[in-house]
């Protein structure tokens, strides 16, 4: 009797575990789509931060008043004439902190973008070239990683100042662009280089190499893709300390000269000012935490 009915227990566990296997994976399924949620949400509203905001940089400035203008009284609080108000000189400031948005926002778009290509180029090669190559670019690598990258940035600014390097953009905003693309692709390259080198062994990559694949199939095909990945969520967050940085250049003399728009400068030039005149530094620097805002949510629904 005790043994029909063990029997009977063991069959009936037997037929119930795939289902509580069914189970559990339905759920496991389901606790993923949940956390992946927020994720997508924190997506959504960083590109929508940042579509609005360059969509803005870019029509409002032609229909706008000449941000060079001096058109109104100095220091006039914002008003139905000047929405953000004027600045030290009576210029406008709504016109000048769309004006300068949309160059900061290119400043960091460009800027991170050529670093994240670049380094993660330099990182591909380092990890399939010659170990001699690869110490070498390591050398190079650490070097920049061990000066800090402020003060890098302030010195090429300093040394390239007024030189029209690039006759496109205005003498120091081609200064900064190059700084930031000269100094900013060591990390991603470090960060790339490590991830080819540990991909090379993985199953897939190994299956690759023996079906007889190419090294540059296999570099650009198998490799690349899953490097890109973390480099540009790394990349996004990296545009947060870029948008800071170019703000905070304006405080250290190493900025966008005048008169072009930038939006560190207008806060630089109206801290003397903020007991009476808060507008001229408040108001582009609530446009900088917005863009610092749009970036670091990007950035964080890239976690993984």
């Avoid at 050398?139 to 990258?149: E, Q």
């Avoid at 930038?262 to 863009?291: N, Y």
Wanted: aromatic residues 8%; proline residues 5%; contains cysteine.
């Amino acid at each position: 009797m005790m043994a029909s009915v063990t029997d009977s227990v063991h069959d009936h566990t037997q037929r119930s575990e795939p289902a509580m296997r069914s189970l559990i994976g339905r759920r496991r399924r389901l606790a993923r789509r949940v956390l992946r949620i927020p994720r997508m949400t924190e997506r959504v509203l960083g590109f929508g931060i940042l579509g609005i905001c360059l969509l803005a940089f870019i029509v409002v400035p032609y229909v706008s008043k000449d941000p060079n203008a001096l058109n109104s009284l100095p220091q006039q609080p914002p008003s139905g004439r000047n929405w953000f108000g004027t600045d030290w000189l009576g210029r406008d400031i709504f016109a000048r902190v769309f004006d300068a948005g949309r160059l900061d926002l290119l400043i960091t778009i460009v800027g991170v973008s050529i670093c994240v290509l670049g380094g993660v180029l330099i990182g591909l090669i380092a990890a399939t070239a010659h170990r001699y190559v690869r110490a070498v670019i390591v050398w190079l690598t650490d070097a920049f990683l061990a000066i800090p990258f402020v003060v890098i940035v302030i010195a090429l600014v300093n040394v390239i100042g007024q030189t029209n390097v690039l006759p496109f953009l205005a003498p120091s905003v081609d200064a900064l662009l190059l700084a930031i693309v000269l100094v900013g692709w060591a990390p991603y390259t470090r960060l790339a280089m490590a991830q080819a080198l540990a991909m090379r062994e993985r199953e897939h990559i190994v299956a690759a190499r023996l079906l007889g694949y190419g090294r540059m199939r296999i570099l650009l095909r198998h490799i690349a893709p899953g490097v890109m990945g973390t480099n540009m969520s790394y990349g996004a967050s990296q545009a947060v300390s870029t948008i800071g940085l170019i703000a905070s250049l304006a405080f250290l003399g190493a900025g966008v000269r005048e008169p072009t728009p930038d939006l560190g400068a207008m806060m630089q030039g109206g801290v003397e000012l903020l007991p009476v005149a808060w507008w001229i530094t408040i108001i582009p620097g609530l446009f900088v935490l917005l863009l610092g805002v749009g970036f670091a949510l990007v950035a964080d629904s890239g976690r993984q």
